[in-house]
């Protein structure tokens, strides 16, 4: 059974609904609008990302001052380091191929299915099938590196 608070699940919904809404109104679920972005015509963009990652910083340094604590899950406000590594690199590299044919990101190709743009569905279906592929390719390479490590 889950210890997390019964408002958990259905606010993420409502703050993936908000997100996905600021993505429709401030115009980047749209692919032409990112993709001008990215052949440096249209700089709106990176207003966007300033102002998400301004409260995003305002957030994460305040949050832990005032609360101590997650209000919904009690668990305690940590940083959570990541190796920067090879499959870091290799993986950001396509994320960016990715963005730059599709000129979406994946959260921004949920909000553009919700506004009208069905052939965003082929970009879905090359993401869902990357999350797949990148999945069956480290369960490989986890059980091959167990394998190894039990033949010493």
Same mark, same amino acid.
């Given at each position: 059974?889950?210890?997390?608070?019964? /408002?958990?699940?259905?606010?993420?919904?409502?703050?993936?609904?908000?997100?996905?809404?600021?993505?429709?109104?401030?115009?980047?679920?749209?692919?032409?609008?990112?993709?001008?972005?990215?052949?440096?015509?249209?700089?709106?963009?990176?207003?966007?990302?300033?102002?998400?990652?301004?409260?995003?910083?305002?957030?994460?340094?305040?949050?832990?001052?005032?609360? $101590?604590?997650?209000?919904?899950?009690?668990?305690?406000?940590?940083?959570?380091?990541?190796?920067?590594?090879?499959?870091?690199?290799?993986?950001? /590299?396509?994320?960016?191929?990715?963005?730059?044919?599709?000129?979406?990101?994946?959260?921004?190709?949920?909000?553009?299915? $919700?506004?009208?743009?069905?052939?965003?569905?082929?970009?879905?279906? $090359?993401?869902?099938?990357?999350?797949?592929?990148? $999945?069956?390719?480290?369960?490989?390479?986890?059980?091959?590196?167990?394998?190894?490590?039990?033949?010493?």
């Amino acid at each position: 059974m889950s210890d997390r608070h019964p /408002a958990f699940m259905p606010l993420i919904l409502v703050g993936g609904l908000i997100f996905g809404f600021g993505l429709a109104y401030s115009q980047m679920a749209r692919p032409e609008v990112v993709l001008n972005f990215l052949q440096f015509e249209d700089f709106g963009l990176v207003f966007v990302m300033f102002g998400g990652a301004a409260v995003t910083g305002v957030t994460f340094f305040v949050a832990p001052r005032l609360l $101590g604590r997650a209000p919904l899950t009690g668990d305690s406000f940590e940083r959570r380091l990541k190796s920067f590594d090879r499959n870091v690199l290799i993986g950001g /590299a396509i994320f960016g191929v990715g963005w730059g044919l599709s000129g979406i990101c994946p959260g921004a190709a949920y909000a553009s299915l $919700g506004i009208g743009n069905i052939t965003i569905l082929w970009a879905l279906a $090359g993401m869902f099938l990357g999350a797949y592929a990148q $999945g069956f390719w480290r369960s490989r390479s986890q059980s091959r590196d167990a394998s190894s490590a039990g033949a010493d």
